[in-house]
């Protein structure tokens, strides 16, 4: 009953930028944390960086200084700014939200969206 729905996704070129959206949308009370995770092809999910709901950030090390996660409460949404990408960003994107609904609080995934940096 809760849907998250990415876009944003593509190719671009090294150097070059792309934002992210993921949005919430179902029986929802409120989101608390809310993250964006990454799977390169032969490599296990990583954490790339999440928000809560007071705007508290955390990045992994690899895109500090590059990237830009935030959100907007009211609209259920999650952004993923993306500058000065490496070809190594390349990877399947994953939005993540911990969701209160009228029966529980748990975490839901988006779908994926793909991310190719190359020339």
């Known amino acids: 009953q809760v849907q998250l729905v990415e876009s944003g996704g593509g190719l671009v070129q090294p150097g070059g930028s792309l934002r992210l959206s993921c949005a919430a949308s179902?029986?929802?009370?409120?989101?608390?944390?809310m993250g964006w995770y990454r799977q390169a092809p032969g490599k296990e999910r990583e954490l790339v960086a999440t928000?809560?709901?007071?705007?508290?950030?955390n990045y992994v090390d690899s895109v500090k200084g590059r990237f830009t996660i935030s959100r907007d409460n009211a609209k259920n949404t999650v952004y993923l700014q993306m500058n000065s990408l490496k070809p190594e960003d390349t990877a399947v994107y994953y939005c993540n939200a911990a969701v209160v609904t009228a029966w529980r609080t748990r975490g839901y995934w988006g779908q994926g969206t793909q991310v190719t940096v190359s020339s």
């Open positions: 179902g029986s929802i009370i409120s989101i608390n944390a």
């Open positions: 928000i809560t709901r007071g705007n508290s950030t």
